[in-house]
């Protein structure tokens, strides 16, 4: 399976790299991000979302036509594929959060009181 790595732009803005491509930001909401092929003769695009897994999977079966149904794996190794692709934040070693999850996406305080031990 091939991996998706997550990048900045030199002005901070997320991009991911996925099989050779770059994908920029085209648009952003509060659950989700939508991406565009850097190249713009390319029509490829893609989509970060914090929803659940089983939404995704009902919603896109949901217009999968019945004919080919039957090819599908079962439910459980579709959520384990979109949970792998999915990244994980870790606390650093000294138990603390890491620095980007303790600010807001407006780069405001969101820990009122840490402990520095």
Sequence with gaps: MSQIEQLSSINGKPMILHEGY????????KTKSIFR????????RAARTDELTSPIIHSTLRTYPLSDAGQL???EPL???????RTTETV????????????TYRDEGFILHEDKN
């Design 92 to 103: 650093e070693t000294d138990g603390r959060l890491p620095e980007k999850l303790r600010k």
């Design 22 to 29: 770059i994908y920029t930001v085209k648009c952003t909401t």
């Design 79 to 85: 959520i384990l594929m979109i949970q792998r692709q």
């Design 37 to 44: 092929c850097k190249n713009r003769d390319c029509k490829a």
């Design 73 to 75: 794996p079962k439910n």
